[in-house]
């Protein structure tokens, strides 16, 4: 076995154990010591793919492909065509997303969660006409909370709704008000 399959598989029984102590008993409770145990890795190898378990925590993250723009050639017109294929991802990917974003997830990785999302917004309304300024720095935060609030209800169970109905349900609640600011941006 090559030296990349190595890397490549210590590293994600790292990110995998991680997630399952996560949804046992909740980031802040989890220990590197308790990855380590959950992973049986050594502690220097643990270290030499990781900093720490907020390192393997952002690793998670960047590793869902839901969070990287949705192709182009969508719909014109059509707003936020991240959103359809980032629920249904979510479906696919739901122990982790569960685990990364919902209520027993840890408070840096909805930040920096955050932070990626609102780049593609931020994108995808410049795309639409936008201009840079402080008032679309406003309405990405809307937009990004109001998803983000959707989600983490829907990866707790709050809801089961479909992706599809869950994006309908985005669109609704956030499109008319994208719509009537982006004619004055």
Known sequence: MSGDRR????????????????????????TVTDI???????RSTFYSHFT????????????LAFLRPAPAGG???RLFAFS????????EQERLVRALLGRRGGGPVHAHGERLLAGLVRDELLAAGARASAALDLLVVCV???????????????????PAELDAAFRA????????VLGRL
């Open 36 to 42: 380590i145990a959950r992973a049986d890795v050594g």
């Open 75 to 77: 719909e014109p017109g």
């Open 7 to 30: 890397v490549r598989r210590t590293r994600r029984m790292v990110q995998e154990a991680l997630v399952a102590l996560i949804l046992e008993k909740g980031y802040e409770a989890v």
């Open 144 to 162: 990004v909370g109001a998803f983000m609030g959707l989600l983490r209800a829907w990866v707790d169970g709050e809801t089961a709704a479909s």
């Open 52 to 63: 720490d378990k907020q390192d393997v925590l952002l690793s998670n993250l960047h590793d």
């Open 84 to 91: 359809l294929p980032m629920l249904e991802h979510v479906r």
């Open 173 to 180: 609640a956030v499109e008319p008000g994208v719509r009537a």
